[in-house]
């Protein structure tokens, strides 16, 4: 039986990135962004990201095996290679931001002005994932 209406997305909950090295990744994320930690182990580490979003990282070829949990089970996942995500902050903070990134001597491999007003800054993590900065105007719904 057909569906009459497609089911809503309320959003993104999680983000994965892979790294090789999980305490370092922890570190970096937590010093430089002061993501509190939800909840992690030896295999992985979850932040809390601005209330309402969650950063996974996860060390790489972590979880080859399903992960028993009390409620099911996690299938096995991985990934590789430098990856994207983007931070979404105020405008009158980037500066803020940039300042931040010169004083952790974190280098700054671009900036754009995007034609609807926003604007982007782009850096690198511990692994390479290339992370942004982005103020609203970037995309017509933000």
């Known amino acids: 039986m057909p569906l009459s209406r497609r089911p809503e997305l309320r959003g993104i909950l999680e983000t994965a990135l892979y790294v090789e090295d999980l305490e370092r990744s922890r570190a970096f994320y937590a010093a430089l962004f002061g993501l509190p930690v939800l909840v992690g182990d030896d295999r992985f580490c979850a932040f809390d990201v601005a209330g309402r979003d969650v ?5 790489k070829g972590g979880t080859p095996a399903p992960v028993p949990t009390p409620g099911g089970m996690i299938p096995p996942h991985d990934g590789n290679g430098r990856l994207h995500l983007a931070f979404a902050v105020d405008r009158e903070d980037l500066e803020g ?3 931040l990134l010169r004083e952790r ?3 700054i491999e671009s ?3 995007w034609r609807a007003g ?6 690198r993590d511990p692994d390479g994932h ?3 900065l982005a103020t609203p105007g970037v ?4």
């Not at 950063?55 to 060390?59: A, G, K, N, P, V």
């Not at 926003?118 to 850096?123: D, K, L, M, N, T």
């Not at 995309?139 to 933000?142: E, F, L, P």
């Open 111 to 113: 900036r754009v002005e």
């Open 118 to 123: 926003g604007r982007s800054v782009y850096f």
């Open 97 to 99: 931001w940039e300042t």
């Open 55 to 59: 950063l996974l990282l996860f060390r």
């Open 130 to 132: 290339l992370l942004e």
């Open 139 to 142: 995309w017509g719904n933000y």
């Open 105 to 107: 001597g974190i280098g």
